[in-house]
C-alpha cells in the first residue's frame, strides 16, 4: 500500500499509458463512510483497523500483478487496473464491499451501525487527451454521487461527463456473492 497515489497508482498509470492506446483502464475509487463520526466514536487505533481492514479487502478482491492498490487521503483509496472489462471492475468493487459488509464491523454513529464503503468506478481508454488527472476528477465525482445516492453503494460511468449510474445489476450480485 501506498500513502498516496503520486507514487504506485501515478507510475503504474504514466508507464502503462504509453503502451495502452485502445486498451481500457479502470479506475475504482472507495471511501469508508462516515469514518470521522467512527474515529471521534471509537478513537484512532479502532479506526486504524478499520483502515487496514478495508485495505486488506481490496488487496484481496484487487489481487493481479498489474492492480495497484493505493490509500490516497484518511479514508479514501484508489484502485488502478487495466486490461478488465466494465463488468468484471464492477463485480469486484461490489464483491469488496459486500465483504467489508459481512465484516459487520460496529459502528453506532451511522445510518446501518456497521462500517459501509461507497464507491466509484470510472472506465476510460487512455490516450492523450485522457490524462491522469483527468481520471482522478471523474472517479471523484462518480464516487460522490455514490455518496448523494445513499452511501453503502457502488457507481459506474463510462463517460467523461454525466450518465454515472449504479454499479450493481441482478447479474453483478450473483458473480460478486461467488
Not at 15 to 38: E, H, M, S, V
Not at 130 to 145: C, G, K, N, P
Amino acid at each position: 500500500m501506498s500513502q498516496w497515489p503520486g507514487s504506485k497508482v501515478a507510475d503504474s498509470w504514466h508507464k502503462d499509458n504509453r503502451r495502452a492506446i485502445g486498451r481500457t483502464g479502470l479506475l475504482p475509487a472507495a471511501f469508508i463512510d462516515y469514518f470521522t463520526r467512527y474515529n471521534d466514536e471509537y478513537g484512532h487505533l479502532a479506526a486504524d483497523t478499520v483502515i487496514q481492514t478495508f485495505a486488506d479487502i481490496l488487496a484481496g478482491t484487487f489481487k493481479r500483478a498489474s492492480d495497484v492498490v493505493a490509500r490516497v487521503w484518511g479514508e479514501e483509496f484508489l484502485v488502478l487496473t487495466h486490461d478488465s472489462p466494465t463488468g468484471s471492475c464492477q463485480v469486484l468493487t461490489n464483491r469488496a464491499l459486500q465483504e467489508l459488509r459481512t465484516a459487520k464491523l460496529e459502528h453506532v454513529a451511522a445510518p446501518l451501525n456497521i462500517v459501509s464503503v461507497s464507491a466509484g468506478v470510472f472506465h476510460g481508454i487512455p490516450d492523450a487527451n485522457l490524462t491522469l488527472q483527468i481520471a482522478l476528477s471523474r472517479v471523484d465525482q462518480i464516487l460522490y454521487a455514490a455518496k448523494e445516492a445513499g452511501r453503502d453503494r457502488a457507481m459506474h460511468s463510462d463517460e467523461l461527463v454525466n450518465n454515472v449510474r449504479p454499479a450493481i445489476t441482478p447479474d453483478i450480485v450473483a458473480l460478486a456473492k461467488k
